[in-house]
Structure formats: C-alpha cells, structure tokens
DNA sequence: AACCATACGGAGATACGGTTCCGGTTGTCA
DNA sequence: TGACAACCGGAACCGTATCTCCGTATGGTT
C-alpha cells in the first residue's frame, strides 16, 4: 500500500484515465463558453459521466478549474515562446499580446481568470504554471525595453493588471465587440516607448 | 383608487418613507462594501426592518441596485458638472477621471457595475440618469479634444470600456493598491495628445 | 473464471439566497 | 378616539448549485 517513491504516478485503471480526459474535454469546452457559470452537473452529462466521477477526480469545482487554468498557462508560456523566436523585440510582444487576447475573447474563463481570485484554490493550484508564464513573458518584455521599443515604466508586474483590464473589457463587450477592439488598440499603443 | 395624474407621487405614510430611507441607506453602505455579494436578508438587517419591508419598498434586488446606481450617476454628473468649470479642459476632464477612479476604490457597486450587466434590470432602472451622466462627460471630452489636449481617436463611447478596465483593475488589486494606482496613471497618460 | 480493489452513477443531503405570505401593528383621517 | 387602509416583521418557501453516499459495475490479476 505504502507507495516507494512519491513521484511514482499510481496506475489508474483504464476507464478512469479516459474518464478524467473527458471530463477536462468538457469542462474546457464548457467553460470557455460559460465560465464560472458552468457548473458540475453540466460538465458530467457532456463528458457522459455521472456526478460523483467528477468530483472523484477534482474533489472540488476550484480544483477542476485549477487544472483548466494550469493548462492554459502552460499553453500560453507555449505562445510566448513561439513570439519570443521573432527577431525584433517588440513584434515578438505586441504578437504574444494580441494572441493572449484572441484568446480570451474566444474563452470566458481567461477573462474571468482575475474573479477567480475569490476562489484562491484556483489560482493555487495553478501557481507553478502562471510563474513559468511569467517568466518568459518577461523576458520577452525585457528584450523589447532593451530595444528601446518599450516603455521603461512597463514592467512584469503590470502584466496582470494589463489582462484584468482587457479581460473584463472583451468579457462586458457583448454585442460593441468593436469597442473591445479599440481599447485593446489603446492599451497597446500605451505599451510603445513615446 | 385612480390616480389622476402619473407625475404626481402617491402619499406615503410617514414610516413607510423612514423606511424606504433608512433601506436605501443601509443598501448603499452594504453594497459599497461587498458589492452584488450583499444580500437583500443584510440590508434588511443593517436597516432594523424585516426582510418583507424591503421586497415592499424594491420588489427586487435589482430594482434596489437601480435605485443605487441612478443615485451614484446623478452624483457623478454633478461631480462633472463641478469639474466642467475648470478653465482648462483637460484639468476638468482628468479631474473628473481621478474623482470617478477614487470613488470607485470606495464603492464594490461600481467597480461591479459592467457585471451588472448580467442583471439588466438593474441598469435599465438608471439608465435615464446614466444618459445625462453621459452627456456631461461628453461636453468635457469634446471640450478637452477641441483644445488639443486630448486624443483626437478617443470618444464618449469609449468611456464604458475605460471605467470597465478600471473597475476590474482597482477590484482585483487586492492587497497591492499600487499596482492599480500605476495602471490608472497609464490609461490617464495614454488618454493625452501624443 | 473467480475475486476484489478500484471506479462508476446518480439520487439526494446540504447550503444558501432571493422572494412570498400572512398575522399583527401603526399612521392617518374623520 | 375609533376604524381602516397601509404597512410591518420574519418564518417559511422555493429554486439552484455544490458535494456526499452507497449500491452496482468493471478492469486487472491470479
């Protein structure tokens, strides 16, 4: 019973390994289109699962939405890399920028990402992953102020304050999306050295 | 039982009025601190008055918010208005942006209130009000543009958009103020005639 | 193929918050 | 001051959403 090593992953059998894969497939298609509204019983009937499977694979609403975020930090810390091979510094930033927020327009959780805050758990479980974001995007932020394209007075931990923003803008944008589009425009135009 | 004429305010008894005071009252303190978390069975509390008072007096919560928010817009426009004698446009509109940005680190209601959204009830209640509010800040920012202080580009319309961004923003700063306070510096700056 | 630990399903326990209802109270007016 | 309409209080109701529990099913192993 005792298990020798504890990064050793315990085999799980078969159908519950499927399980838990349809589950986080259903709770990301749900909640990018609902966010915190989605609630559990939905995630299980579309993973065509019944309620308590869910909760025994997140014994809880945060920790499934903890593992959703998780993936997306990893993803983006992905983009961020893929921006950071542009030659110039500051279109390797502005790319990275404008796909975090063509992003969040296509996905309700990533604009609500900052409410979740009430929810702590969320953001726990996903703090390794948003740390390793949050590196290379820094670095993509470093390179472009070294090139003299940035604002000096931008830095790293503006970042969260610059998605809270957009986030809340692209998510109260309902049927003006054009609106959304020019503060976004406004935003990054602010970012640009003077 | 008819009454002859709609504008003419039906008479209330004298505690009936106390009430609907003392409700609103405890309403606008409990909603500045916790924002649409408040419940109706609190205020009903902080008001010394049964839950059934309230319901009489705002059939609904968000008739109640309404009646918040249509309060909080006339206070802004007359804060406009104030500001509007400045003889400097951009002093009058900026003035006015810091006034609106500090009230709002005061008052959940409004960092909220594009989520409100959701409760389009309670925006269509102040929405008469929110149109006056809106044409006196447009006469600042027309004011500003014409004197070349300001961005040609930015628009009344852009203004939802603006205190959206910053009322997520000086929301989620939690227990970092100064990084809201640094973002709200940006967006004011960005506002300026390059 | 028989066993059993692991995993499943989904009814329902639990919690919570808006709203309703009605027996009792109070202001007002004659 | 008596009568009545208006008004009050707050227990109860109801819908909703998270989470638990337990009888049943199944993958893996011998």
Request: aromatic fraction near 4%.
């Given at each position: 019973m005792v298990r020798v090593s504890s990064t050793e992953p315990k085999p799980?059998?078969?159908?519950?390994?499927?399980?838990?894969?349809?589950?986080?497939?259903?709770?990301?298609?749900?909640?990018?289109?609902?966010?915190?509204?989605?609630?559990?019983d939905d995630v299980a009937r579309r993973a065509n699962v019944g309620v308590g499977t869910v909760y025994r694979h997140f014994p809880t609403k945060a920790a499934l939405v903890g593992e959703l975020l998780a993936a997306k930090f990893c993803h983006h810390a992905e983009v961020a890399r893929r921006w950071a091979q542009e030659p110039d510094g500051w279109t390797a930033f502005e790319g990275f920028l404008r796909e975090s927020f063509a992003a969040m327009a296509q996905d309700v959780t990533l604009q609500q990402r900052v409410s979740w805050v009430s929810d702590g758990a969320a953001l726990e479980r996903a703090e390794e992953e948003r740390l390793i974001l949050s590196g290379v995007v820094d670095e993509l932020i470093e390179r472009a102020k070294a090139e003299g394209t940035m604002r000096e007075t931008f830095t790293i931990d503006d970042v969260p304050a610059l998605m809270c923003a957009a986030g809340a803008v692209i998510g109260a944008q309902g049927r003006t999306p054009v609106l959304a589009d020019r503060f976004i425009e406004f935003l990054i135009d602010g970012l640009r050295a003077p």
């Open positions: 799980q059998r078969a159908d519950a390994r499927r399980n838990r894969e349809r589950i986080v497939d259903a709770a990301r298609e749900l909640f990018a289109e609902l966010g915190q509204a989605t609630q559990m």
